[in-house]
């Protein structure tokens, strides 16, 4: 069984910084794009940022320049380094991965159970 578990969320003052983990675990035969979506209080989910297995990256515009995405294959680890935090950061943030299991000759795409950003004044 494949899973996901993000960590590193918690209160933080605008303009400060937080970085989250997703570690994924299991019987993992191998991993393709990763990412980050975000639900903040009341609205839909949104992406945040995603990465493939050879580190090519995109952002949502809302994480440009602030956020960077990375990850390290050798750990089936995933992070996100998030700067300058502005209010509007506080969401529940989700990590993803598209992961083959070893036993099963196919991609699944696997979320973890959310850690919560909040950002005060």
């Known amino acids: 069984q494949v899973q996901l578990v993000e960590s590193g969320g918690g209160l933080v003052q605008a303009g400060g910084s937080l970085r989250l983990s997703c570690v994924v675990s299991?019987?993992?035969?191998?991993?393709?794009?990763m990412g980050w979506y975000r639900q903040p209080p009341g609205k839909q989910r949104e992406l945040v940022a995603t990465?493939?297995?050879?580190?090519?990256?995109n952002y949502a515009d809302s994480a440009k320049g602030r956020f960077t995405i990375s990850r390290d294959n050798a750990k089936n680890t995933m992070y996100l380094q998030m700067n300058s935090l502005k209010l509007e950061d506080t969401a529940v943030y989700y990590c993803?991965?598209?992961?083959?299991?070893?036993?099963?000759?196919?991609?699944?795409?696997?979320w973890g159970q959310g850690t919560l950003v909040t950002v005060s004044s």
């Open positions: 299991g019987s993992i035969f191998s991993i393709s794009s």
């Open positions: 990465i493939t297995s050879d580190g090519s990256t």
């Open positions: 993803y991965s598209n992961v083959r299991p070893i036993a099963i000759p196919t991609y699944l795409e696997i």
